[in-house]
């Protein structure tokens, strides 16, 4: 590559940060889903409906069109070639800059040993809940409602291990008009969007959450009534080995009458080179890094099953971004 | 451009979000020095050397491999095509992720009009001196040199406005032994870094500070002895027109014994297609949209001089990133 060419490299680099924010702000305001319905509008007329600042708005746009998911000409804004994929994946692009920003933005104190001690970092729960809930519904869901569907009982109270804004066990109170819900989760703010999205959708009196760290909580009123338990997006939390072992046996005994037990998570990938890494797995693997938090390969979890209580009845392999899987397990 | 390569296009904007952050980081704990400097680092020792974790220092080097700036062969790292470039414009990525990091983590919630009251924006002052400092070596010193070079007077007290950490008034007292200086700053903690900076050069007899708002202050004790001022990277902050011509006459008065005022600063770029925008620009002009700042183009700058009390004696122009140019002015 010429000097000029590592010149206008870089640039790309930069300008694509500045993209990164703006297309969860794009997202937050919007403007992705207008673009995606009407396939064009105006940046002013868009401002002025949405009570946005103009000048902050075209800086928006020009944000996106530095990195080709916009075409600008003047006000008016289209989608451009990499519209459609980073529509697809703005909730990976939101749970970097918005919900792991002020991580990333602490780098270069968060790499010293000496820095690494008590509640060393800061993330936006409420912000990776919202973008958690899309990431997941792409993910995971068509895998989950597989697994659910394949169920050979009816589930009359399900528990959702760190349930984030509550959104499938609703889906799954919707599928079971007879059931109800636990969802358990150590974030409040997660918990008040649950609590509120659980009351808009009319949920409210089938749909109960406690505070709480799954990784050390002990027994609870209900806990022993829960047949189906489901955990998404925060088995890896549950790590180092040992610790895992002791949490899968915990499980089993406060909630001794689970029939399945669906764990889905991200693994370690392997064997991706660093420039050919997909949309989220560098973002997702150097987060848990500098956060000190194991990510566990397939293997790994495989090996724990077992010693948890827990058998192994099937495994879904999804491997969208960051190697989920879903693990359907029973007691042993 | 296939839908594959979309999909690689995405992952690289994503990857070079990661990727800047790393640059701020690589730059901060050393290893963009190391690198080089040796031509080459093993992460593990570079850790141990410098207590970093050795999880987290692997996840840097690896979102630098992923954008081209290191290569990585298990631990060895060395530097990739794109490292000469990334180590020229470091000061760039610091000044986006670090010391602007929080506004554009918060870009959703400063577009709407109605939370852009008040104080409604955050950033690192001193992260931003830090980076400054840098910015300023490259893009002003050698023009900043070359006008002082010029000037047909010895100036025995120096006032610099917006003076961050210091460093253009150390290297100023540096060039005239005999002269005092005389830094103005809104930010508590760069006149803080200052502060410290000046007393390790053995300058701190000659050298003080004001904590003051440039863009309203009054007379102070000592303004009327300045004879040369300076001003770089706020004029900008003075603007609107009416309130920069306003600034212009109200520094004419403060310091009247000024014989010369060097105004250095970016100007808004004009017509460079949004894609073409080279590093820093797309940051700055955004950050910028994004706190209400207008900034003016140099024929804005070349429009108020007289109204404000100041004559045009010549113009550098550099454009090295953002239009930068520095405006050698005397009273009229």
């Known amino acids: 590559m010429s000097i000029d060419g590592s010149e206008r490299a870089v640039a790309h680099i930069f300008n694509s940060a500045v993209a990164a924010s703006a297309i969860s702000a794009a997202w937050e305001v919007g403007a992705l889903d207008e673009l995606k319905s009407q396939g064009a509008l105006d940046a002013s007329e868009f401002a002025t409906a949405h009570g946005l600042d103009p000048s902050a708005t075209t800086g928006l746009f ?3 069109a530095a990195v080709d ?3 600008r000409a003047d006000n008016k804004v289209t989608p451009a070639v990499n519209f459609e994929e980073a529509y697809r994946t703005r909730s990976f692009f939101h749970w970097l800059t918005r919900g792991s920003g002020e991580l990333f933005r602490r780098m270069p104190e968060l790499l010293p040993e000496q820095n690494r001690t008590g509640d060393y970092y800061q993330r936006d729960s409420a912000a990776i809940s919202f973008a958690c809930r899309e990431i997941s519904s792409f993910c995971y869901d068509p895998w989950f409602d597989q697994a659910v569907e394949g169920l050979d009982f009816t589930p009359r109270v399900i528990a959702d291990l760190g349930c984030g804004s509550g959104e499938r066990l609703s889906q799954l109170l919707r599928r079971h008009p007879e059931a109800r819900g636990l969802g358990i989760d150590i974030a409040r ?3 008040e969007v649950a609590a509120s999205a659980a009351h808009d959708a009319g949920l409210a009196d089938r749909l109960s959450f406690v505070l709480a760290d799954v990784r050390d909580m002990t027994e609870r009123p209900g806990f022993a009534e829960v047949e189906l ?6 088995g890896h939390d549950f790590w180092p080995r ?3 072992v002791d949490i899968l046996r915990r499980l089993r005994s406060i909630f001794p009458a689970t029939r399945r037990f669906l764990l889905g998570d991200a693994t370690r990938t392997v064997g991706t080179a660093d420039r050919d890494l997909p949309t989220f797995t560098l973002g997702f ?3 848990h890094d500098l956060m000190g938090t ?3 390969r397939v293997t790994d979890w495989e090996s724990v099953f077992a010693e948890g209580g827990w058998r192994l009845r099937k495994k879904y392999a999804i491997d969208i971004a960051v190697g989920e899987v879903i693990f359907e397990l029973e007691q042993l």
Chains 1, 2 share one sequence.
């Open 294 to 296: 194991f990510i566990p």
């Open 285 to 287: 693997e150097v987060a």
């Open 69 to 71: 998911i916009v075409e």
């Open 242 to 244: 040992e610790r895992c």
């Open 229 to 234: 338990l489901t955990c998404f997006m925060m």
């Open 62 to 64: 020009r944000a996106l």
């Open 189 to 191: 703010p997660s918990l």
